[in-house]
């Protein structure tokens, strides 16, 4: 069972730029999609951004295309996400999320990736 570690979260001012990680463990990495998910208090879980095993595909929710940006490095079994342009509406527990049945295209629905990390949060003040 893959295990993720997000990291890198943290209180930030509007306008600023932050990067989250996720670290995964297993040698299977660089075979699953990977994504991003977010949940502010309150609010249900909501796709941010996602990219395909070998990062030649992205995709990402409007509220955040051209101020976000997702990567991997599968040498180092790590997914990345930088966030700049910060808003307050950004804040939220971030989570990185995997789809284990390898190969398969990016999806927007939680419930199609099987391995979740804790989450990191991430609070932007006005």
């Not at 295990?3 to 600023?16: H, P």
């Not at 284990?100 to 990736?113: C, M, Q, V």
């Amino acid at each position: 069972q893959v295990q993720l570690v997000e990291s890198g979260g943290g209180l930030v001012q509007a306008g600023d730029s932050l990067r989250v990680s996720c670290a995964a463990s297993g040698r299977s990495f660089s075979s699953y999609t990977m994504g991003w998910f977010r949940q502010a208090p309150g609010k249900e879980r909501e796709f941010v951004a996602g990219i395909t095993w070998s990062g030649s595909s992205t995709d990402y929710t409007d509220a955040v295309k051209g101020r976000f940006t997702i990567s991997r490095d599968n040498a180092k079994n790590t997914m990345f996400l930088q966030m700049n342009s910060l808003r307050p509406e950004d804040t939220a527990l971030y989570y990185c999320a995997a789809r284990l049945d390898w190969y398969r295209a990016i999806s927007r629905g939680p419930t199609d990736y099987s391995a979740w990390g804790q989450g990191t949060q991430v609070t932007v003040s006005s």
